[in-house]
């Protein structure tokens, strides 16, 4: 209540940051009669103004309005479009790093290029992020016209590019680009050995586009880089046919007893093998060779087997074809469940691809082992400023403050919609729904009103189609497999009479024209006259006007979504800019969301009371109720995404270290010191374990100390004759000692090669063994948190125990780092220039320059690179003396390790800023 008094008089939030905004418009108008009486080198002029006020001490919040003028002015010359106001109150949300809400049809990529320019005048880079290559590679070539009238550069990431290619991209004042190529390439140069080899510069400033599809639909899945493991494709041949001996069972409600084999959750989409299922899969394993008559699954050896047959169960029970995935050109590829395109190169894990690919009878790749991976809460949250825009982000703001600390400003659009939504109609069964959905298409196509029909997945989408063929309706089609026609059938989708079914992917970054694309009609056309493009025009403008009398634009829903928001944006499609519209939802009781949330006993009651197939239901109450359940879904996907990032937050933290310690190597001439350091902590260790701190002479492991010097560092020493000759080594003194000793060995072996040639392949051994190391922690710590759960039984937090686990094995993960490292350097024999020429050819051809994520051998940066430069072989690694690009330049004085920290502790820095853990 008082709440409500409190906005009443003040007005909300939302709206004190618009009249705020208006305020700052009302500023960048005054500036437009005198923009327009500029000329061209004038206008471009001003880019060159902004930078040197800029370097002068402006900030950007400074020169704004004068900005955002400039880029209005340009808008008009090269693209013959003015942005809005509200279009100039959006590039404000953006530029103070919020979230802008702006309906369907407000011109959200226009609105870009306000925020992006101004960001981009600092030199530093700002990046552009869509939902896909296509949009990417459209809005770059698109907004790039603008951005070179005003000076800018401007370049594209795209899948498939090589290293060059990239670098280039993201030298550009500008750069496009998905959030998976973003991220991949994050992970990437974070597996780079050479500075050259990075391709990124920094993340400054991000536009996300459909901000909410990629910062929370596809936010439970984490970005993984991952090479190879072990091959079990013939056991996933084997365990597949099995399943179709299980018989589905019930749980009784009274006694909780479970018949049958496995019983299924609906709404957790998990199966659950009951204690008959158990006994059968064993006798069954048992018969095909996979399991001794004598064990048992629970056995700890048969882990695995038990992980199989798990995910057969899923496989073949819980994932559709053409629903959850498609086969194409022999491979399984998944089905965004959210925008409904393919996602190449993206696979399932804890072995459920493979069990698809086994289910599917397609070729089964093998598993792979994670090398680097991230979620993308955690990389978008490394930006200095992140921003985004969208349709529908209101009903996710809370997610959104919370996770990323990005605030929802919701932008009111230039025109008021005319929109009619209709209630949502409920049918019995799937058939009479869609019977009532091609009955009104018949009906609103004899009226020439255009119809988009949305649908929730591929299948029902080719249904859909097959019905309309049947009934003569001509109609074109749009989901993942005909994704290439994208562009060309949302161009024509608006036209008078046009049926297009699209699943969720419908209209994405196109908007819906009515009376059908003019621009595209005339790149379509050539060049044309001046009076051809008239002509053109009012073509167009007849059949726009044509359309606009017979309602505008009808959308069709055939079902709902789990979230509202994909709904909305479905409805979206229609009344841009003020247009009419229709929208409407046909349901079923047999549709997922009904199914999972409105039990059998509501359609048992429905036929009974006599409603027929044909007939259905139109009531506030019923979509109120849908409303509900979209809710609760969307709190269980909220649930699922905040308990990723809780548990990868530990990761990140772990990561952060890692990767800024591998930059800070990569980007040294000499890691001289940290050799030295790792090699005294490794000879204290040593020491410490055979000859410990105040203890007497007889308690000292002499020839123990001698034999794990030997093993661990290749070096044999008669320690005890040093102790008889010298009274005065003890502990401490012993240390130093065999410092001395070993770092002269390891000096006279070394002096075969010249200096940079020494220092390049240390620092090359040690940049190996971290990323080794890396990724065997990685998969440790993914087994862990597979099984943490199991933790809470005694009753402990999980998250408390993964913590104080991942704790103890980023300790370890040091330790080997430590060890590994120093015992290859101790233990490689150089016998001169000539192996490091041999050792250079032989690493050029094994490791990939840059790899795509998506390619079969995707970020291996494979096993191969280690094995030689690790085992204590004849060979070693370089690159050839040269590492001109990429030269690092120290813009403080070079701090040693063993000098004070300039930090003002006291302590070494070695033992202060400079540690390594």
């Known amino acids: ?481 005909h994704h290439e026609n994208e562009a060309h059938i949302v161009a024509n989708a608006g036209q008078p009479g046009a049926v297009t079914i699209a699943t969720n992917m419908a209209g994405r970054g196109t908007d819906i024209v009515l009376g059908g694309s003019l621009e595209i009609e005339m790149e379509a056309l050539g060049e044309l006259t001046d009076e051809q493009k008239a002509d053109v025009t009012q073509a167009w403008q007849a059949r726009h006007d044509a359309v606009l009398s017979y309602g505008g634009l009808m959308v069709i829903g055939s079902e709902r979504h789990e979230s509202r928001r994909i709904d909305n944006q479905l409805r979206g499609r229609s009344g841009r800019q003020g247009d009419a519209g229709v929208t409407r939802f046909y349901l079923s009781l047999d549709d997922d969301l009904m199914r999972r949330f409105a039990s059998d006993k509501v359609k048992s009651m429905m036929k009974r009371l006599g409603m027929s197939s044909e007939e259905a239901i139109e009531h506030t109450m019923v979509s109120k109720s849908i409303q509900r359940a979209q809710k609760q879904v969307e709190r269980l996907h909220q649930d699922e995404r905040a308990n990723l990032l809780k548990f990868d937050d530990i990761s990140n933290e772990q990561r952060k270290v890692v990767y800024a310690q591998r930059n800070e190597l990569m980007e040294a001439d000499d890691v001289t010191d940290v050799l030295d350091d790792l090699r005294e902590q490794i000879v204290e260790k040593l020491v410490a374990n055979y000859v410990p701190k105040g203890s007497l002479d007889e308690q000292w492991d002499i020839p123990g100390l001698q034999r794990a010097i030997h093993e661990e560092l290749g070096a044999e020493f008669d320690i005890q004759s040093w102790l008889d000759a010298d009274k005065d080594l003890y502990e401490e003194t012993l240390v130093t000692k065999l410092l001395s000793e070993l770092e002269d060995i390891y000096k006279t072996k070394m002096a075969v090669v010249d200096p940079k040639t020494r220092h390049h392949f240390e620092k090359e051994v040690l940049l190996r063994t971290i990323d080794k190391q890396w990724r065997e922690h990685l998969s440790e710590m993914d087994y862990l948190r597979k099984g943490i759960h199991l933790r809470g039984y005694a009753q402990k937090d999980p998250f408390q125990e993964y913590r104080r686990e991942s704790r103890g094995m980023f300790t370890n993960f040091l330790q080997e780092v430590m060890f590994e490292t120093v015992k290859v350097l101790s233990l490689v024999q150089i016998e001169g220039a000539k192996d490091v020429e041999e050792f250079d050819e032989q690493n050029a051809a094994n490791r990939p320059q840059h790899l795509d994520a998506s390619h079969p051998a995707a970020a291996s940066i494979s096993d191969a690179m280690h094995e030689s430069s690790l085992e204590t072989s004849e060979k070693i690694m370089d690159n050839g003396g040269e590492e001109a690009e990429g030269t690092f330049k120290r813009e403080t004085p070079k701090v040693g390790r063993n000098d004070p920290c300039p930090c003002g502790s006291g302590k070494k820095y070695k033992q202060c800023c400079g540690k390594l853990s």
Not at 76 to 105: C, N, P, S, W
Not at 310 to 337: M, P, S, W
Not at 437 to 447: G, L, Y
């Open 1 to 481: 209540m008082a709440l409500t008094i409190f906005q009443k008089i003040f007005g909300s939030r939302n709206e004190r940051m618009l009249k705020q905004y208006r305020k700052i418009a009302q500023k960048i108008n005054e500036y437009e009669a005198s923009f327009a009486e500029l000329t061209d080198e004038a206008l471009q002029q001003k880019t060159t103004e902004f930078k040197a006020a800029i370097v002068a001490g402006s900030s950007l919040d400074e020169i704004l309005p004068e900005a955002f003028a400039v880029v209005r002015e340009a808008g008009k010359r090269v693209f013959g479009m003015r942005h809005y106001d509200v279009q100039m109150m959006g590039g404000m949300a953006l530029h103070e790093g919020r979230i802008a809400e702006m309906r369907t049809g407000e011109g959200k990529t226009l609105v870009a290029t306000l925020p992006v320019y101004l960001n981009a005048l600092t030199g530093e880079g700002v990046h552009v992020i869509t939902v896909n290559d296509y949009l990417a590679k459209r809005d770059s070539e698109w907004m790039g016209r603008l951005f070179e009238f005003l000076g800018l550069s401007t370049g594209v990431i795209l899948s498939g590019q090589s290293q060059q290619e990239k670098q280039l991209a993201y030298s550009m004042d500008v750069t496009y680009g998905t959030n998976n190529e973003f991220g991949f390439d994050y992970l990437r140069d974070n597996m780079a050995i050479f500075s050259a080899e990075k391709v990124m510069r920094g993340q400054n400033f991000a536009v996300i586009d459909e901000v909410d599809s990629i910062l929370i639909d596809e936010a439970r899945t984490p970005l993984i880089i991952s090479g190879p493991a072990e091959d079990k494709a013939e056991l996933y041949r084997k365990i597949n046919p099995l399943i179709q001996h299980l018989e589905q069972g019930v749980e009784d409600e009274e006694t909780k007893d479970s018949s049958g084999d496995f019983t299924i959750d609906v709404k957790s989409k998990q199966i659950h093998l009951t204690d008959q299922g158990h006994a059968k899969v064993e006798e069954l394993l048992v018969e095909e060779d996979i399991l001794n008559a004598d064990e048992s699954l629970y056995d700890a050896v048969n882990i695995g087997l038990m992980i199989h047959v798990n995910a057969a169960l899923r496989a073949n029970l819980l994932f559709e074809k053409d629903r959850d995935y498609i086969v194409e050109d022999n491979e399984v590829v998944i089905i965004d469940e959210f925008t409904g395109r393919k996602m190449s190169g993206r696979r399932w894990s804890e072995g459920l691809h493979q069990a698809i690919e086994a289910k599917e009878d397609v070729a089964i790749q093998q598993e792979s082992q994670t090398f680097a991976s991230i979620t993308f809460q955690n990389y978008f949250r490394q930006y200095h400023k992140l921003a985004g825009m969208t349709g529908t982000a209101d009903t996710e703001a809370g997610e959104f403050l919370s996770t990323y600390n990005l605030e929802v400003v919701v932008i009111p659009p230039n025109k008021m919609p005319q929109r009619k939504d209709l209630a949502d109609l409920v049918y019995l069964d799937m058939e009479g729904k869609f019977a009532a959905i091609v009955n009104d298409i018949r009906t609103i196509t004899a009226t020439q009103q255009p119809i988009l029909v949305g649908t929730a997945s591929i299948e029902m989408s080719e249904l859909l189609s097959r019905l309309l063929t049947d009934s003569e309706i001509k109609h074109s089609v749009l989901n993942a497999k």
